[in-house]
Nanobody
């Protein structure tokens, strides 16, 4: 599976941005797709994930502000980010997993495929 993340950019605090993760190859509808982010000098952080059955998971820092959705017809997962804060500034990566043991769904090791990342910068 190849993943292409897009939609990053510069936005003011309080604004919104929508990221897209388009997949090619593999059986997209079977995969759990997640978003992680990594700020300079920090570890990669779980943001959100959506399973093939559309169950959603969110990191504590984005709950209530971010939503995740998928369009299997377009092989694409979206991350809608609202009420953005300067601390949301990071490179955002999408990742895919065909695994079914979900206890580690928030960990990078759960995912076998990664996109190249897209930079989100939130100015204060």
């Amino acid at each position: 599976v190849q993943l292409q993340a897009s939609g990053g950019g510069l936005v003011q605090a309080g604004g919104s941005l929508r990221l897209s993760c388009e997949a090619s190859g593999g059986s997209f509808r079977r995969y759990t797709i997640a978003w992680f982010r990594q700020a300079p000098g920090k570890e990669r952080e779980f943001v959100a994930a959506i399973r093939s059955a559309y169950t959603e998971y969110f990191g504590d820092s984005v709950k209530g502000r971010f939503t995740i959705s998928r369009d299997n017809a377009k092989n694409t997962v979206y991350l809608q980010m609202s009420s953005l804060k300067p601390e949301d500034t990071a490179v955002y990566y999408c990742a895919a997993s065909g695994r079914t043991i979900l206890t580690t769904i928030r960990l990078p090791d759960f995912y076998d495929y990664w996109g190249q990342g897209t930079l989100v910068t939130v100015s204060s």
